[in-house]
């Protein structure tokens, strides 16, 4: 089935580790998205790629990384710069050509907590 | 930037009820979508609605671009309705999310 994969779902980090969430798509969409999601409130967007080898910057991207190298990966690095790390990663993906109509799909999420 | 505001905040109904929620928001835009969160976190999409009215089974919705809203209507609830649904209003490049009407479905 066609769909978007994150991994982990549950991930516990000491202070200081890096930490690197997986996020893989076989939807063919050219866009992925990385949002976190903190406790009653909204998505806030991290970083964005709209095509492979290029990426940018959301609100916060402070404190992450990213990398495309392949069309369905787009695996997101939290880093020990990130002064408040716990909370819900959603990666989403979206195709951007006429075959599609702008929606956006999401994996299942990964919650990290930082210990 | 765009400001996204959603109504109620928290909404409880017995099941069978029908409920309305709103979106409203501060400046044109060419994408909107509803979202559904389940209680474990699952985003899914309900409808793509930058304008005009779309319907899939017992929920609807509406965007009135040029008066800056958007109306989901869910008829009939059931206790699986239940959880958070979120409006995200945007372009193509970037949504922007509200804080998003958390729904209680009682049998």
């Known amino acids: 089935d066609g769909g978007i994969t994150q991994s982990p779902k549950y991930l516990f980090r000491k202070e200081g580790q890096n930490v690197t969430l997986s996020c893989e798509q076989n939807l063919n969409h050219d866009a992925m998205y990385w949002y976190r999601q903190d406790p009653g409130q909204g998505l806030r967007l991290i970083y964005y790629s709209q095509i492979v080898n290029d990426f940018q910057k959301g609100d916060i991207a402070e404190g992450y990384s990213v990398s495309r190298e392949k069309k369905e990966s787009f695996p997101l690095t939290v880093t020990s710069a990130q002064k408040n790390p716990t909370a819900f990663y959603l990666c989403?993906?979206?195709?951007?050509?006429?075959?599609?109509?702008?929606?956006?799909?999401f994996g299942e999420g990964s919650r990290l907590t930082v210990l | 930037g765009i400001q996204v505001e959603q109504s109620p905040p928290d909404l409880i109904l017995q099941e069978g009820a029908n409920s309305t929620l709103r979106c409203n928001f501060s400046?044109?835009?060419?994408?909107l979508q509803w979202f559904h969160q389940n209680p474990w976190g699952q985003l899914i999409n309900l409808f793509y609605i930058p304008s005009g009215t779309k319907q899939n089974g017992r929920l609807s919705a509406t965007t009135v671009a040029t008066e800056r809203y958007s109306l989901l209507y869910i008829s009939s609830s059931q206790t699986t309705d239940s959880g958070v649904y979120f409006c995200?209003?945007?372009?193509?490049?970037?949504?922007?999310w509200g804080l998003g009407t958390s729904l209680a479905v009682n049998p």
């Open positions: 995200a209003v945007g372009n193509n490049r970037k949504l922007i």
């Open positions: 989403a993906s979206k195709g951007m050509n006429q075959r599609y109509t702008g929606e956006l799909f």
């Open positions: 400046d044109s835009v060419n994408n």
